[in-house]
């Protein structure tokens, strides 16, 4: 029986990735992932406004270009705008300035004129709609100087001008002794392990509805009766779960191939050269490995990774005997496609409670959540990153995640027996209830 | 040998089964007939073990059938019972696995079915892709391919037309000499007739008729009388023991309630003209059948 156990739970498996559907829906994940990565590149090949330089011309009656420029330069690096705008001193007048903007969308005209109250003054000239950047760019640059101008006015020198407009440090000092200051760690923590949920999440999704599809097509062809009748139905339904289970991951393990595919394309596409571009992904990795490291998530990662993974695979194969299950009641696709709502439905309430984790810190709802079979692997898992269970806490999730997984094999078997040789909807909430007494 | 003993089968509260027995001995082919719903599927079903019979027991060579025997049972279900997503290769190499045989020998038996059935250019397509009676010959193949000891045949020949029901039938004659216990159900009474030695006929779960095919239709009373030639048909009708005159296109059927009034009807006989046949013959198997269930039979 080992034989077609494996046998069949190979051609169920085969029956999933040795299509032509597996192959192009992959290939277009691939596209899609390279897509996403370098989305901002797709726009740029696109083109549009976004990409002319704007020319900011400044007519200064206040005498203080010399400290407006460097700091436009600032404010448009830290922008990330700096290649967008080019600045230039005129001393032309206004009126021959505001003239020569017509039709002219990338020149912009900033007067900056003194004011009695309130030392300074700007005036924006421009042909067309001036964009928010634009108008946050100047209005930065000219508040900046205006504080240095003010605190000139008052009489301080340069250092204490310096010190005055310098940012304050804050250091966080903790007095428990036994708390480690993790400061940021709980952001990057969780957006790691969003990282890691958000594709299961998608997974689950496609588990259940192939496990309906493929059992609700054998049932409907009554190929089920002449392989029950060669197979015992634990056989079978082992196969089944089996099956799913080693697609998801399998699947899963794609899905982290074209992410580090993606990642090489934007490094490509970036103009590195194809020689660089080892060294620039490492140096990009780098990056984000090294604030992962730094804020002590890598440690944390790896530290729970053995059981993540356990619990992933746990709920990849509960996810599989329920969606068994219910495609056993069923007698048609459709009615399993109503049928599976509530599971997609259980998945979506995990997935929110992990995001909502790091908004409700130390929630006592999210964190008994994270005991609940189902709901465990989306939710324990980021508390543990976000340091809000122990590596203690998630093992009892996987505890009792364990044991549930063997209670609804045990007891859905008995059930699947009956459904995948039942073609009546009549009386099936009782035939159903029924099984569950036969052994 | 299979041997059904006092079985009946319960769904809820309505009795599906009701105390049937019989027995198929190797080498030969039985008919479980009925009409639809009659029972017949519930007993196949119990027969190859998915379902328990709620009393009796059923053995195969005197052992119960469980998963340890049913690697030598063929079963061919009335509908088509066929993956259709996969090809005709496919298709066998699977069920043939599940009979626990290995891809090497499935792959030699299905050569030389295909070449049999003259379908030899399918064994790559997609079974979605044939016609109605050659996935019918697929699923002769599938209920074949392990040689099986015990085969059941429900509804063997729907969908085929007469050149391939003779090719099934000389392939089941074939299981038959090979020494495999062969259960056949078939609306078509001529196909029964043409195999069965045995027969049980099912109304409502219930044995109604079963014994020798040949011995059922000599204890079966009525007899029928086939005349070609001038005859007064009305008197004919008058006379004793004559049940019913049917007067076709090339003789006359008088059928009559028992043999002891054919020499009544040759009296009326005598006196016509130009006669070239009065022969007397037992009932088909439909009649006996048609009265036996007491309602026409569907086709």
């Known amino acids: 029986m080992k034989n077609k156990l494996k046998f069949l739970t190979k051609q169920s498996l085969d029956k999933k990735i040795k299509t032509k559907w597996f192959k192009g829906v992959n290939i277009l994940l691939l596209v899609l992932f390279v897509l996403i990565m370098n989305i901002d590149r797709v726009i740029a090949v696109f083109g549009g406004d976004f990409e002319n330089q704007i020319t900011v011309y400044v007519k200064d009656d206040v005498n203080i270009y010399d400290s407006f420029a460097p700091a436009f330069e600032e404010v448009a690096g830290s922008l990330g705008e700096a290649k967008n705008f080019k600045l230039e001193k005129t001393e032309e007048d206004i009126e021959s300035l505001k003239s020569s903007l017509e039709n002219e969308k990338e020149k912009i005209v900033v007067h900056i004129l003194p004011d009695e109250q309130n030392y300074m003054k700007a005036q924006i000239f421009s042909y067309d709609e001036v964009g928010t950047i634009t108008t946050q760019l100047i209005s930065m640059s000219v508040n900046s100087v205006k504080s240095s101008v003010a605190a000139s006015a008052s009489g301080l020198s340069n250092e204490q001008i310096l010190a005055l407009t310098s940012p304050v440090e804050i250091e966080t000092i903790l007095t428990n002794p036994d708390v480690e200051n993790k400061e940021g760690q709980d952001i990057v923590a969780a957006g790691v392990m969003l990282v890691f949920i958000l594709p299961c999440f998608f997974l689950i999704i496609m588990l259940v509805q192939m496990i309906g599809a493929e059992v609700n097509d054998e049932k409907s062809t009554r190929s089920m009766e002449i392989i029950i009748s060669n197979v015992p139905p634990k056989v079978h339904f082992l196969s089944k779960i089996f099956a799913s289970t080693a697609f998801v991951v399998l699947q899963g393990l794609l899905l982290v191939l074209y992410g580090g595919i993606a990642l090489i394309v934007r490094n490509v596409l970036g103009g590195a050269g194809l020689a660089a571009v080892s060294g620039e992904v490492t140096g990009q990795l780098g990056e984000i490995l090294s604030l992962v490291k730094d804020t002590g998530v890598f440690s944390l990662l790896l530290q729970g990774l053995p059981i993540i993974l356990v619990l992933f695979i746990l709920s990849f194969i509960a996810y599989a005997i329920v969606a068994g299950v219910l495609a056993s009641m069923t007698t048609s696709i459709e009615d399993f496609q109503q049928l599976q709502t509530p599971i997609m439905l259980i998945i979506l309430v995990g997935y929110y409670l992990a995001i909502m984790a790091v908004q409700f810190d130390g929630s006592l709802f999210i964190e008994i959540a994270s005991y609940i079979p189902m709901l465990s692997f989306l939710v324990s898992p980021v508390l543990f990153m976000l340091g809000q269970i122990s590596i203690w806490q998630m093992l009892l999730s996987t505890g009792i995640m364990t044991v549930f997984t063997w209670f609804i094999f045990r007891y859905g078997l008995r059930i699947y027996k009956v459904g995948i040789l039942n073609y009546s909807s009549s009386k099936l909430w009782k035939k159903m209830f029924k099984s569950l007494k036969q052994k | ?299």
């Open chain 2, 1 to 299: 040998m299979l041997k059904v003993e006092h079985v009946t089968k319960y769904y809820g509260e309505n009795k599906a089964v009701d105390d049937l027995s019989f027995q198929v001995e190797d080498g030969k082919i039985f008919g479980l007939l009925g009409v639809n719903g009659a029972g017949k599927t519930t007993t196949f079903r119990m027969i190859i073990g998915l379902l328990e019979p709620t009393e009796g027991k059923i053995t195969l060579d005197g052992k119960p059938i469980d998963y340890s025997v049913t690697d030598t049972i063929g079963f061919l279900t009335e509908e088509r019972s066929l993956l259709t997503k996969l090809t005709v290769k496919e298709q066998i190499i699977y069920y043939g696995t599940l009979k626990g045989m290995n891809e090497k020998e499935i792959l030699k038996r299905l050569d030389e079915w295909l070449e049999r059935f003259h379908i030899k250019e399918y064994k790559d397509r997609k079974i979605k892709e044939l016609s109605k009676g050659n996935q019918q010959k697929v699923q002769f193949i599938s209920a074949v391919i392990n040689n099986p000891k015990l085969l059941i045949l429900d509804e063997p020949f729907s969908g085929l037309d007469p050149i391939n029901v003779e090719m099934f039938m000389e392939a089941i004659r074939e299981f038959k000499k090979r020494g495999s216990s062969i259960i056949f159900s078939s609306h078509r009474m001529e196909h029964v007739e043409m195999f069965c030695e045995n027969l049980v006929i099912l109304v409502k779960g219930k044995s109604v008729l079963e014994g020798e095919l040949k011995q059922i239709k000599k204890d079966y009373r009525k007899k029928n009388i086939h005349i070609k030639g001038n005859v007064d048909l009305d008197a004919l009708r008058k006379t004793k023991g004559v049940l019913e005159v049917i007067e076709n296109a090339s003789e006359i059927i008088v059928k009559i309630e028992e043999d002891s009034y054919i020499e009544k009807v040759f009296d009326v006989v005598k006196k016509g003209s130009d006669i070239t046949e009065f022969s007397v013959e037992d009932p088909t198997l439909n009649e006996i059948f048609l009265s036996k269930v007491g309602e026409t039979y569907e086709k």
